[in-house]
């Protein structure tokens, strides 16, 4: 089967650090992404991990361990425009060649001063 | 460049009606999808598609067909609207670029469409 879990809710205050954190079981497994979701919007891509390691683009850093079944977000200098809900999503192989996106449920994130 | 767009944003129907949701790119994506979100649970794909003239199944397609007739346009179609039915549908594209050796697929969300079936 396949399964993504990650927290359903999470506080932290403005100018902080906060990790989201990620595992998840799936066969077939080529890539994780994060994306972030605010209230009423659609999703919008913030990262993507396919090797074992750090991503670093600006204040946010995606890590993935592939071995572990595990990743997470790391959210830097936290703003308050940082609240959201951010989703993680596995891309795994379908039988004929093609990918399909798994998401989790995401984790609401609210930021306070 | 208006990317993904989703037509109608808002709907209400009733119970047994049927209506199409669209949904169009202009960035000649391959490859686009139909999701579904519900509180509490993550995006769920309903149907995908790879290239004009195919398209197949994804976890929860059933009440719902698609058509793939061009690059461009991905429309939806309810068959019998069913309370169950009501969500928040997203519609995404997708794009295939190299970095190095890592591919990355980054999928592109349209606006959604908030449907209510009563």
């Known amino acids: 089967g396949q399964n993504i879990d990650q927290p359903t809710e999470m506080t932290a205050t403005e100018g902080a650090i906060v990790q989201i954190n990620c595992t998840y079981q799936t066969s077939g497994f080529n890539g994780l992404f994060w994306y972030q979701q605010h209230a009423g919007e659609a999703p919008t891509f913030l990262s993507y991990?396919?090797?074992?390691g750090l991503e670093e683009k600006g204040r946010f850093s995606s890590f993935l361990s592939r071995s572990k079944g595990y990743s997470y977000l790391l959210l830097k200098e936290l703003q308050m425009k940082d609240s959201a809900s951010y989703l993680c999503?596995?891309?795994?192989?379908?039988?004929?060649?093609?990918?399909?996106?798994?998401f989790g449920a995401g984790t609401r994130l609210a930021v306070h001063p | 460049n208006a990317g993904v767009t989703q037509t109608p944003k808002f709907q209400v129907l009733k119970t047994g009606q049927s209506m199409t949701l669209q949904c169009a790119q202009d960035m000649n994506h391959e490859y686009m999808s139909w999701y579904r979100q519900d509180p509490g649970m993550g995006l769920r794909l309903i149907h995908y598609s790879v290239g004009a003239g195919i398209t197949d199944q994804g976890e929860v397609p059933n009440g719902y067909n698609v058509s793939r007739s061009t690059t461009e346009d991905f429309p939806l179609r309810l068959l019998s609207a069913a309370p169950s039915q009501t969500s928040v549908y997203f519609c995404?594209?997708?794009?295939?670029?190299?970095?190095?050796?890592?591919?990355?697929?980054?999928?592109?969300f349209g606006p959604g469409t908030r449907l209510t079936v009563l």
């Open positions: 999503a596995v891309r795994a192989f379908l039988s004929g060649g093609y990918n399909k996106l798994i």
């Open positions: 991990n396919v090797l074992d």
């Open positions: 995404a594209t997708e794009r295939r670029r190299a970095s190095g050796r890592v591919s990355t697929n980054e999928q592109f």
